[in-house]
């Protein structure tokens, strides 16, 4: 399995401003994966960032409003820009592994509220 | 199109109660991958198991069992002798072998198992 740090793990950001999330894999992995999980609702997945790549967004998620990097095979991070107190979620990078790369790990998550 | 639907919301037990939860899928891959996952007020994913859909044997962990049956697209997670530790949302989620590690997840059932 991988092991997956994501930092922060929680952060309170005033509207307006931005939060990088960083995601550090212990191992190369090709396919990194974004969600978001809003108060009392299930995960949605924002998109998909392949190392040397343009990261793919989801219906509804747009660059402009979550920039994402992918420098390496075990490192992404993830922008939530001009945040509102809407963003207030639990973000949650995530990768493939196991095997045929058919499992999915999860990170800790990262906990935002913007006031 | 791809789909998960757990129809219960929320499920109140007294400990030592058997439950099941439910999930239906919906998918048009032959091959796809189908998970559980739990989720403490901690806000981590813990990975429960998962199954391919080739493999419709059921499977028994400890106190945790799955019933997958491809005829009605469903796989149920049912938890025997409850405790208060079980005490989560569980999440059922399908990967799409098309789609790498990419997980569509059912909007979770909010287990609570009272002393």
């Known amino acids: 399995s991988a092991v997956i740090s994501q930092k922060p793990s929680r952060d309170i950001c005033q509207r307006g401003t931005s939060l990088t999330i960083q995601c550090q894999v212990d191992s190369q992995v090709t396919m990194m994966f974004w969600y978001r999980q809003q108060p009392g609702q299930s995960l949605t997945l924002i998109a998909t960032a392949n190392q040397g790549s343009e990261a793919t967004y989801e219906s509804g998620f747009v660059i402009d409003k979550f920039p994402i990097s992918r420098p390496n095979l075990t490192f992404s991070t993830l922008t939530v820009s001009n945040m509102s107190p809407e963003d207030s979620s639990i973000y949650l990078c995530?990768?493939?592994?196991?095997?045929?790369?058919?499992?999915?790990?999860f990170g800790q998550g990262t906990r935002l509220t913007v006031v | 199109a791809q789909k998960v639907t757990q129809a219960q919301t929320e499920i109140s037990v007294v400990e030592k109660e058997d439950v099941t939860l439910d999930c239906v899928y919906e998918?048009?891959?032959?091959?796809?991958?189908l998970f559980w996952y739990k989720q403490p007020p901690s806000g981590e994913l813990v990975f429960l198991i998962r199954r391919n859909s080739f493999d419709e044997q059921n499977e028994i962990s400890g106190r945790y069992s799955w019933n997958f049956q491809k005829s009605t697209s469903s796989f149920n997670f049912t938890i025997t002798a409850s405790q208060v530790v079980d005490s989560a949302v569980y999440f059922c989620a399908l990967s799409e072998a098309s789609q790498g590690g990419k997980l569509i997840f059912g909007q979770g059932t909010e287990l609570s198992v009272k002393p």
């Open positions: 995530s990768v493939e592994g196991g095997r045929e790369r058919t499992e999915a790990f």
């Open positions: 998918t048009r891959d032959t091959t796809y991958y």
